[in-house]
Structure formats: C-alpha cells, structure tokens
C-alpha cells in the first residue's frame, strides 16, 4: 500500500538547532553466554543485557531469597494495588483482616506475611507472592541510572500514599536500590505480559543464555576429578545419602547440569561416579575446597600435550648432551694435540691424559694435575728444592725442576 502525496507531504522534517558532531561511539560489546550477569564498571556496558532472558527459580517459603521478590514492583503507578491475604500469617489473630484488604502497596503481586505493632502503630510486613513471581521467565526491557530510578520509586511512593488514607499504618518496607556502580533499577517483562522493575537481575535471578550454554558445554560429560598429590584421596560428603565417600585423584565422573532449589540462584553441576556416589558443585572449581573437576577430553588432551612435552624435552636433552660430549671429545683431542706439540710424544700423553711421572718437568706437572693448594721451597748452594701439596696427601717432590718423588 502506497501514501497518498497529500499524506506524503505532512511529513515534517525535524531542524536541530544546537546540533554538536561527536566522535563516532563503539557498539557496546554484546553479551557473552560464557559467563553470568555481572554489573560493569562502565554502564553502558550493561546495556548488553537488554533483551536478554532470566529465570526466577522456585524457592520454599514466603518471603525468602534475599528478599528479591520483595524489591518487585509494577512498572506502571497505576498497577499499585491491594494487598492479598490468601496466604496471609496473621498468628490466629484475624481481627485486622479487613484494614490488610483496605491497604494498598507498591510491590507486585503483593501479599501479607505477618503484622505486628511498632510505637503503637499497627505494622505489616509485605512480599511479592512468590506464586506469582518464581519459577518464571523476564526478559530485560531497560537499565535505569540513579535518576531514572528514583524518579519512578518517588512517582509510585505518592500514589501509594494518596491512596492509604491511614497514615498511622506502618506499610511494607521502604524500597531503595543500593545504586551499584550507578545502576539503579531493571525494567523487566514477565510471561503474562507485565512490566515489572526489580533492583537485581543477578542472583537469584539466573541468565537463561548461560544456563543452556553450560549444559551445552558440560551435561552429560565426563569429567576427571584431580586432587593436590600431597592429599592423593579425599573424603567427601556423598550428596544424596550424607555418607563419607572417598575419592581418588584422575576418578571418572559424568556431569549433570541443573537448578536445585538448595542452590538458590546458582546453577548446580551433578557428578556421579560408576559406584553411584554424587557430588554436587555450584562450579567446577569450588571454592575453599582442594579439588577441581575437568572435562575428560580436555585432560586427556592436558595429558597428551605434557606427554608429548616430555618427550620433546627428552628429545632435545638427548641433543644437547650428544652435542656436549662431541664439544668434550674435540676439546679433549685438541688439549691432547697442544700436549704432544708442548711437551713431546711420551710426556705429552702422559699430560694429556691427567698422569705425572718421575722426571717431568714443574711445568708439565702443572698442566696435568692443576696448581697445587700450597708449596715450599728450600734452596742450597748445589739444588732447588720443592714440594707440591694436592689433596689426599698427594704431593710431588721437585729437585732442580725434575718430578724426583711422588709422595701417596
């Protein structure tokens, strides 16, 4: 279908007056499903989140989960709305039924856990009914700075106080984020079509993209356990049964990657062994404890490179000592060679190979045994006497500069 040119010509293009060129700004990086949400120190890094899906797990009790579900609350003023008491806590007292269906809340989906009295001041405690809000998908809309966020939490505070008519009633908590990194609130987007704002998308909140890339990578995978050499075995709690299990070094164990609900918001990897025995980490490197669990491809092929490592290692000391005993062998031939052209034939051997022997001379001495720790020597009117002193009480006895004794 074509606009007609009369539509065509109400078209109006905008004049930007104070219009100012900037630098041409990068794309912030997209999200990587290798690693959970994580607030960064740049906020507009964060915007990588956007359009991203989480999960809220189920979680037993009423208000629990860090109060995550309490800190829920509908992204339009409009939606600030009585508080249900189906599921209430009120201690067989129910006398202040009617004033709970009378009071109004910001919090989504709001229900009454408990009530009590403060200064004389009737005062009720509040939560998002977890029904409503856990075992759920979002999808991330938008991240709101400082400023945003409190222009929507001061916009829904006045409604709701125009709307409780008793200011006597102490209501739910004062929410408030706690601006990490100056991000304050998430809008969100649940299955039932509701826009909701929550001042936390990480734990217990859980990154859906990240969750199905861990059981891509790791479900349904054998993993080596290693252990510090200087422990050698381990003793574990066995997960299902409590019991001590002990556990050796380079075991076998097959990897499950699911959400329990004693994790709470953390993604939970199963390992069972052969014999049944269970182990369940929140990573594969657990915190504060000795040992670690690797995927058996990736040690094999750890072990593969270090064999290989080795034996490359061998290869080249193997080299280097044939070339260091060559290098012995052509120094040993030409020192031999320089004794013959110094010293003659039958000294010269004799130099060469570390021997000393009656009549040689202190100069050939010296070259074949080194210089001696100390000397003396006596001279008369007919000789020169001399003595070297070696270790292990060799010494040579010199008259005239002829070897005369070998003293043993």
């Given at each position: 279908?074509?606009?007609?040119?009369?539509?065509?010509?109400?078209?109006?293009?905008?004049?930007?007056?104070?219009?100012?060129?900037?630098?041409?700004?990068?794309?912030?990086?997209?999200?990587?499903?290798?690693?959970?949400?994580?607030?960064?120190?740049?906020?507009?890094?964060?915007?990588?989140?956007?359009?991203?899906?989480?999960?809220?797990?189920?979680?037993?009790?009423?208000?629990?989960?860090?109060?995550?579900?309490?800190?829920?609350?509908?992204?339009?003023?409009?939606?600030?709305?009585?508080?249900?008491?189906?599921?209430?806590?009120?201690?067989?007292?129910?006398?202040?039924?009617?004033?709970?269906?009378?009071i109004k809340t910001y919090i989504y989906k709001a229900v009454n856990t408990s009530f009590g009295f403060v200064n004389n001041s009737l005062r009720f405690e509040v939560c998002a009914d977890k029904n409503a809000i856990s075992d759920k998908y979002?999808?991330?809309?938008?991240?709101?700075?400082?400023?945003?966020?409190?222009?929507?939490?001061?916009?829904?505070?006045?409604?709701?106080?125009?709307?409780?008519?008793?200011?006597?009633?102490?209501?739910?908590?004062?929410?408030?984020?706690?601006?990490?990194?100056?991000?304050?609130?998430?809008?969100?987007?649940?299955?039932?079509?509701?826009?909701?704002?929550?001042?936390?998308?990480?734990?217990?909140?859980?990154?859906?993209?990240?969750?199905?890339?861990?059981?891509?990578?790791?479900?349904?995978?054998?993993?080596?356990?290693?252990?510090?050499?200087?422990?050698?075995?381990?003793?574990?709690?066995?997960?299902?049964?409590?019991?001590?299990?002990?556990?050796?070094?380079?075991?076998?164990?097959?990897?499950?990657?699911?959400?329990?609900?004693?994790?709470?918001?953390?993604?939970?990897?199963?390992?069972?062994?052969?014999?049944?025995?269970?182990?369940?980490?929140?990573?594969?490197?657990?915190?504060?404890?000795?040992?670690?669990?690797?995927?058996?491809?990736?040690?094999?092929?750890?072990?593969?490179?270090?064999?290989?490592?080795?034996?490359?290692?061998?290869?080249?000391?193997?080299?280097?000592?044939?070339?260091?005993?060559?290098?012995?062998?052509?120094?040993?031939?030409?020192?031999?060679?320089?004794?013959?052209?110094?010293?003659?034939?039958?000294?010269?051997?004799?130099?060469?190979?570390?021997?000393?022997?009656?009549?040689?001379?202190?100069?050939?001495?010296?070259?074949?045994?080194?210089?001696?720790?100390?000397?003396?020597?006596?001279?008369?009117?007919?000789?020169?006497?001399?003595?070297?002193?070696?270790?292990?009480?060799?010494?040579?006895?010199?008259?005239?500069?002829?070897?005369?004794?070998?003293?043993?």
């Open positions: 279908m074509f606009l007609s040119l009369t539509v065509r010509s109400q078209i109006v293009v905008k004049k930007f007056d104070n219009f100012v060129e900037t630098a041409p700004v990068a794309r912030p990086e997209p999200y990587d499903s290798l690693q959970d949400f994580r607030i960064e120190d740049n906020f507009i890094d964060n915007y990588k989140y956007i359009g991203q899906k989480i999960y809220l797990p189920s979680f037993s009790g009423v208000c629990n989960l860090y109060a995550t579900h309490s800190s829920i609350i509908p992204a339009s003023a409009n939606k600030v709305a009585p508080i249900s008491n189906k599921d209430a806590y009120l201690y067989n007292d129910f006398k202040h039924a009617s004033s709970i269906k009378n979002y999808t991330v809309l938008n991240i709101l700075n400082r400023e945003q966020s409190q222009a929507v939490i001061s916009k829904i505070r006045k409604l709701r106080a125009e709307q409780n008519n008793d200011e006597t009633t102490e209501l739910d908590y004062e929410f408030e984020p706690n601006y990490y990194r100056g991000i304050g609130l998430y809008l969100l987007k649940n299955e039932v079509g509701d826009s909701i704002y929550t001042d936390n998308i990480g734990k217990p909140f859980i990154s859906v993209a990240y969750f199905v890339k861990q059981q891509k990578l790791y479900d349904k995978k054998k993993f080596i356990i290693r252990i510090p050499s200087y422990e050698k075995t381990l003793s574990i709690k066995d997960f299902r049964t409590s019991k001590d299990i002990t556990v050796s070094d380079k075991d076998e164990w097959l990897c499950e990657v699911a959400l329990l609900e004693i994790s709470k918001g953390d993604i939970s990897y199963i390992f069972t062994d052969a014999n049944g025995n269970t182990i369940v980490t929140e990573s594969l490197a657990p915190q504060y404890q000795s040992y670690k669990f690797t995927l058996k491809d990736d040690y094999l092929k750890q072990e593969a490179a270090k064999k290989l490592k080795q034996e490359q290692f061998a290869i080249l000391q193997k080299q280097r000592d044939t070339q260091a005993k060559l290098s012995a062998q052509v120094k040993a031939s030409n020192y031999r060679k320089n004794c013959i052209d110094k010293f003659g034939p039958e000294k010269g051997e004799l130099v060469a190979k570390g021997l000393v022997s009656i009549g040689m001379t202190k100069e050939m001495c010296l070259y074949s045994w080194g210089t001696p720790y100390d000397r003396s020597k006596r001279v008369t009117a007919d000789e020169v006497y001399e003595l070297f002193y070696y270790s292990y009480k060799r010494n040579l006895h010199f008259i005239n500069d002829k070897l005369v004794q070998i003293e043993k």
